[in-house]
Structure formats: C-alpha cells, structure tokens
C-alpha cells in the first residue's frame, strides 16, 4: 500500500479488531496485514502499549497445552476507539474533497466514453 501507517491509526486498527471480538497477538496480526504490511515484531509493542495505557487488558486460555495471551478491549479503549472513529471520519472527508474530484472526474469521462 501507498500510505503509511502512522501510529494512531495503527491503535485504531488494533482496538477495532478487538471491539468486535478478543483476539490472541497472531491473529491480530493476520488481520492487520489483510490492509497493511506489517510484522508480528512491530505490532507487539503496539499491543503492551495500548494494554499499558489501560486501553487494552490480557487473560490467558489455555490451546493445544499452551497458553494463549488473549487481548480484549476495555472501557478505555471503547472511548478512545470512538474517538478514533470521529477523527478519521473528519480526516477522511477532508482527503476525499481533495482527491475527490479527480476521481469524479476519472468517472466522468469513464461515463462520456462508454455514451459513445
């Protein structure tokens, strides 16, 4: 992908990921890299971070005679995540009238061509 990851965002993925369900470190990963590349190496200290900050709380499940370190959301985080969520809302709108009318005119002429 083009764009960087800046680090807010990249908390915003994390805590949008375990709003919608508690998630072990790997999977968090994997579902971080479906949008981004990224390592299990920078996303750790991303997840003790957020779990330092009260953002995030761990518990432990047992899997296959090991343990898992699940990661689950809590108050915080769900305030802070909504915060995110206003922001990129504001922040996304002001890049899509920047960028937008290249792309309505990309559909315009799109649109003349196919009249044709």
Not at 63 to 82: H, M, P, Q, S, V
Request: aromatic share 10%; hydrophobic share 30%.
């Amino acid at each position: 992908m083009t764009y960087q990851l800046t680090a807010p965002l990249l908390d915003a993925c994390v805590l949008g990921i375990v709003d919608n369900e508690d998630s072990y470190g790997y999977t968090l990963t994997q579902k971080v890299r479906q949008v981004v590349d990224i390592s299990e190496s920078t996303l750790y200290p991303v997840l003790r971070r957020l779990q330092k900050s009260g953002h995030l709380r761990t518990y432990d499940e047992p899997f296959g005679g090991r343990n898992r370190r699940y990661y689950a959301i809590t108050d915080e985080g769900k305030k802070l995540l909504k915060h995110y969520a206003e922001e990129w809302q504001i922040y996304k709108g002001k890049i899509d009238e920047l960028i937008g009318s290249a792309t309505d005119a990309e559909d315009m002429q799109t649109e003349e061509k196919s009249d044709e």
